[in-house]
């Protein structure tokens, strides 16, 4: 007896018929599940979304790719999170997760929970990771909730830890900078003009930035004044220029600095085109260094700037002490959009700053890296005009007067050197820096992109941009809303009409 394969039909044979739809649906389920598990350790990812908030700058995975040694992740995140709190640890154990796949084998994650685990409790403490403070609304009633959400790093000996790694939209920033800190073999050494080393706290005016600088370079305090023919070492990867209208830099140091930048050099420049004194006196900059930034087709005025947006500012008169928005303490946040050294600062604050222009040069690039907001003028001193600084007597603008003015500008030539110009000396100096938070964390971007020679240059900012509803009149809107509540049952009750006339 010959059988016929090709017309055998397993699901007849066995009376699987009425199963056949099913088994095909579980079937591509299978296929699907399946698909997406093995999916998931391929190092390849699509991201669509604007910003591409969902995958690696080119710059970390660039990073990763050199690494030539272990490097230890460990997260710290409670179990009993706030609800509003789930989405965020989602989000951040994927990103990290990026780490380890793009890492080839050199990423290493491990996650804890210090609420659950004495062990790694009594390691996150040992780290520095503190325990935050929560409030939500629970059950109408407000509560108060701890929790650890923090984030260390290691390489060998070696460790950077973000205590508090909530803030997502700069947490590829703040990583892929530690892990460069932390696995880059050379010592970077950077140098301080016009900030001399002290051995008192209170009695330096830079203690904070210097303090935050000697964890992650070598400092090297220069004096041009001793020596004409001094040179600035080459093989400084970034010059700190301050100015504390004491300084006066002479010709030949004006030239050093200048031969620096040329010889493919960066500076940071912090100084002032207004000196202001303790007692709201005001006399023109004497510090010499106007003629560098004029070559590059920078003019530096020597006017000050005010804003309608500004920080506070304690005042005393006589036996009466207030507390008011100062508008020559500007606070801006209109920061250029296509530079990194923003994505982790919210707004700087320029105790007394000046305006900058710009005047084009060929061979010479430049870019403003932060202007002031819009509701923004200036008071220029003599002869056109004069400086009214205490609080009470400042005059109002008119409102053609209000206006946007370049604060941060930073100038390259085509032969790589290139200088920061930030037209405020108070910018970091430590009595100044409860008001401007961002200040250090800005300066510290910015060193580390010129130290790094870019390699921290171009990580994004992971935020997920949502297009906004076009304006509409009140009319429109009571339609939209009304076809939003209605349309949709009512499209299931003419359904529902529909089967019921064809049933009959």
Known sequence: MKINLSRLNLLKLFNLEGLQKTLVYIILLAIFVVFNFLASYLPYRFDFSPGKAHALSSATTKMLGKLDDIINIKVFISSDLPLRLLPLKTDVVDLINEYKKQGKGKIIVKNFDPKKDDKALNEAKNLGIPELQFSQIEKDKY????????????????????????????????ITSSIYKISRKETIKIGLLGAGESFTPQEDDFYTLKKVLQQQFELNYLNLSLDSKTKIDPSLKTLLVFDDNKKQYSTDEATIIRDYIKNKGKAIFMIDAVYISEGLQTQPATHNLFSIFESYGINLNKNLVLSNSSEMASFTTGTVSFFTPYPFWVKTANFSDKSTEFSNIGVL???????????????????????????????????AGGFVLMPNNIPNPDQNELKQFNLIVEAKAKNGGQFVLIPSSRFVREQFLARGRGNVEFLLNLINNYASQGALSGIRGRAVFAAPIKEMSENTKDIVKYLNILLLPGFFGLFGAWRLLKRK
């Open 143 to 174: 509560a108060v909730s701890t929790t650890y959400f923090g984030v260390a790093i290691q390489y060998g000996d070696k460790k950077e830890v973000i205590p508090q790694a909530t803030n997502l939209e700069s947490l590829e920033h703040d």
């Open 349 to 383: 604050v320029f105790p007394w700053t000046s305006s900058i222009d710009i005047n084009k040069k060929e061979g010479i690039e430049i870019k403003v890296l932060v202007k002031s907001e819009k509701n923004s003028w200036e008071q220029k001193g003599p002869p």
